[in-house]
């Protein structure tokens, strides 16, 4: 509503430019003897004096907090899905079940083996304690001399065999217990539980499917927060740290801009690309901020020196002589009262006031306003309508404005800019498309 309010302002203001062009010409044909000679109409703001921020713009990537992806351990066929893209689910709460047939044939299998396995240490056990006691008998007859000394070593032979018969069997109990574990373990992965609570999207899963060990089955993170990730040079380094503010530009969001700190920057720099990721904590009770979405990050990390400032679209590049410079009006101006530009208000002119060119030196450069020296800070600067003027100097009917409609009326430009990118991009693949129907 905001943006339509002020689109239809700026047609009110240009269509009102244009008609106090023409139509007051004739009045200032009469009245100055300007031999036909057209008075432009434009906007100027009063300079004023101050420090910018200095700021890091960069692109972000919005990551949900705890944002694990869900994979099948198994490889199986999808025989049931329980939660949909956007659901909230609880730590543990089921989200796909495998068909499990084959892991509890596996499973029953495994436990028949350890079974076996039991029973068969059970018999070692016995047949060693048969051997030992043959052996003592033996030992108890050859000190009477009842029995020869090869019968008695036969005897130990066979408990150092028994011993080890057991040893065997009891290892193989363990191995099948491992196996009965391990199946057990397989089949509780036939059903694909939460890690964490979260909110589930990006489906992967339909029943009938075929996964594998290692398919993406879901994607789940927690949303009421969130951290935005973004990229710093090695330049960077050396001046934006941990605790800055800075500003999460997020047009989906109710405010459009979002404050917090730099929470923390990793000290691992790429070997290739020399960079590194930082991350900003965000609160995001209202889940307008999603996973991957994309945001535009300014990192404020101190102020330029003093200078006088004026809005960026004050700036102009003199075609006859090629440098940068500001239309200044140095006198009447100053007295005429500044009216606030509201939506569907009225537009107020002055009579024409002589401006002229002034070339500047531009010593810092923010996002929306520029630190000069060349003029005063009262000075009156023409903000819209410069190619109007033309030379070096030329009178105007001016209407004043304030900071806040240059700054929206700048604000408005970006977006129509990237918008305007947007649909250029877009119009190739549509012409592609409907060229090949």
């Known amino acids: 509503m905001k943006r339509q309010l002020i689109q239809r302002t700026i047609l009110i203001v240009f269509t009102f430019a244009v008609m106090m062009t023409l139509g007051c010409s004739g009045d200032s044909e009469k009245s100055d003897n300007t031999r036909g000679k057209l008075v432009p109409a434009v906007e100027a703001v009063q300079a004023r004096y101050g420090s910018l921020p200095l700021t890091e713009r960069l692109s972000g990537v919005v990551k949900a907090r705890n944002q694990v992806e869900i994979l099948s351990e198994v490889s199986a066929v999808v025989s049931a899905v329980h939660i949909q893209n956007g659901d909230d689910v609880a730590k543990g709460a089921p989200l796909v079940t495998l068909r499990d047939v084959e892991f509890r044939e596996q499973l029953k299998q495994a436990r028949a083996a350890y079974q076996i396995a039991e029973a068969q240490a059970r018999q070692a056990k016995a047949k060693l304690k048969e051997v030992k006691s043959e052996y003592r008998r033996t030992k108890t007859l050859s000190e009477k001399g009842l029995s020869s000394d090869a019968e008695l070593e036969t005897a130990e032979t066979q408990v150092i065999s028994a011993d080890a018969d057991l040893a065997l069997a009891r290892a193989r109990v363990e191995q099948a217990a491992a196996t009965v574990a391990e199946r057990e373990e397989t089949l509780s992965q036939t059903v694909i539980r939460a ?118 679209s004050a700036l102009y590049d003199n075609p006859l002589s090629g440098s940068t410079g500001i239309y200044v009006c140095r006198d009447t101006l100053n007295r005429v009262p500044v009216e606030p530009m509201e939506s569907g208000g009225s537009s107020i002119l002055t009579e024409p006031v002589p401006f002229e060119f002034v070339p500047v030196d531009v010593v810092a450069r923010g996002r929306m306003s520029a630190g000069v020296r060349g003029i005063n800070p009262d000075n009156w600067v023409i903000t819209l309508g410069q190619d109007l003027l033309g030379g070096e100097s030329g009178q105007a009917k001016v209407r004043p404005i304030n900071w806040t409609w240059v700054e929206n009326l700048q604000n408005l430009q970006r977006e129509d800019l990237l918008q305007e990118l947007i649909r250029s991009q877009q119009i190739p693949t549509q012409d592609t498309t409907s060229s090949s129907n």
């Open 195 to 312: 890690p964490v609570d979260g909110t589930v999207g990006n489906r992967n899963a339909e029943v009938g499917m075929m996964v594998t060990s290692g398919t993406r089955i879901f994607t789940i993170g927690q949303l009421d927060s969130v951290r935005v990730e973004i990229v710093l040079t090695d330049r960077m380094l050396n001046y934006i740290e941990t605790g800055q503010r800075t500003e999460v530009r997020a047009p989906n969001t109710p405010s459009g801009v979002l404050e917090a700190k730099l929470s923390r920057i990793s000290p691992f720099l790429h070997p290739i690309t020399h960079s590194t990721d930082a991350e900003i904590d965000l609160a995001n009770p209202g889940h307008y901020l999603k996973s991957g979405m994309f945001v535009t990050v300014d990192v404020y990390y101190g102020e330029s020196e003093q200078a006088t400032l004026i809005p960026l």
